[in-house]
């Protein structure tokens, strides 16, 4: 059984470009009988276009694992915030916003 967890274990590869990340403050999903698709658009105020700065394209499988990941995370985040804690990454401090602490 341990070698079949080590097995499953998947290295995950992170370029510096990729780790600073892509701003996006609005999403649209749609989908069809065989993928969902998902794009990160960035709407910007007074611009008469917003641009589609990322589209993820995932299996209905993945999109329910992505699903059940959110949640998970949502409720790991409003218990954080509701407790009052302070939340760090890394060992480092991530100072809140708006008062309400942030995780990344």
């Keep these: 059984m341990e070698n079949n967890q080590k097995n499953n274990e998947i ?7 990729m780790a600073q990340g892509t701003y996006a403050n ?3 999903i749609a989908h069809s009988s065989s993928e969902f698709i998902l794009d990160f658009i960035r709407v910007v105020p ?8 990322s589209r993820v394209i995932l299996t209905p499988d993945n999109a329910r ?3 059940l990941a959110l949640q998970d995370n949502i409720r790991k985040f409003d218990e954080l915030t509701r407790n009052g804690k302070t939340v760090s990454f890394d ?14």
């Design 11 to 17: 290295q995950v590869e992170l370029s510096e470009s």
């Design 26 to 28: 609005l999403a649209i």
């Design 46 to 53: 007074g611009m008469p276009k917003a641009q589609v700065k």
């Design 65 to 67: 694992r992505l699903l």
């Design 91 to 104: 060992g480092n401090l991530i100072p809140p916003i708006s008062g309400i602490p942030g995780e990344a």
